[in-house]
């Protein structure tokens, strides 16, 4: 995993070595890329594809990266349901009082498993795109 989160200067190349994003091919680790427009204040879903290494389906529990991107100026909600954690939405708690929950707004990456259900929760129609990459 350290070589996907690499990203620094790399001297042998003279600029800067990110993690290296890859477009969706069967060779590579990359295995699924889906998106849409979510309506607003709607919870919605995606369950993350199961793989293995280099993009091969299967069905083991494999570690996948969900690599997120959000319309400009969204706020979208995110929660991870595992099998074993009750999450069923990622509706935000609106009682105005700071409580523990299980949805984070707009996160960027997130390491999950083949199986994970991922849930969505816009404040406001939004485009949304998620990347899962293969890191077993």
């Known amino acids: 995993m350290s070589a996907l989160l690499n990203y620094g200067v790399n ?11 890859q477009a969706a091919n069967a060779n590579g680790n990359t295995i699924a890329i889906y998106n849409t427009q979510l309506g607003a204040t ?6 993350v594809p199961k793989a ?6 299967n069905n083991t529990n494999s570690k996948i990266l969900a690599i997120l991107n959000y319309q400009a100026a969204a706020t979208v909600f995110v929660a991870n349901q595992t099998p074993t954690n009750g999450v069923t939405t990622a509706a935000p708690d609106t009682s105005g009082t700071i409580t523990a929950g299980s949805s984070m707004i707009n996160p960027t990456a997130l390491l999950v498993n083949g199986g994970d ?5 816009p ?7 998620i990347e899962f990459y293969s890191i077993v």
């Open 123 to 129: 404040a406001a129609e939004a485009f949304i795109s």
């Open 52 to 57: 293995t290494a280099m993009g091969n389906y």
């Open 42 to 47: 709607t919870d919605k879903t995606v369950t």
């Open 11 to 21: 001297t042998n190349l003279n600029g800067v070595n990110g993690f290296g994003r």
């Open 117 to 121: 259900i991922l849930h969505f929760y």
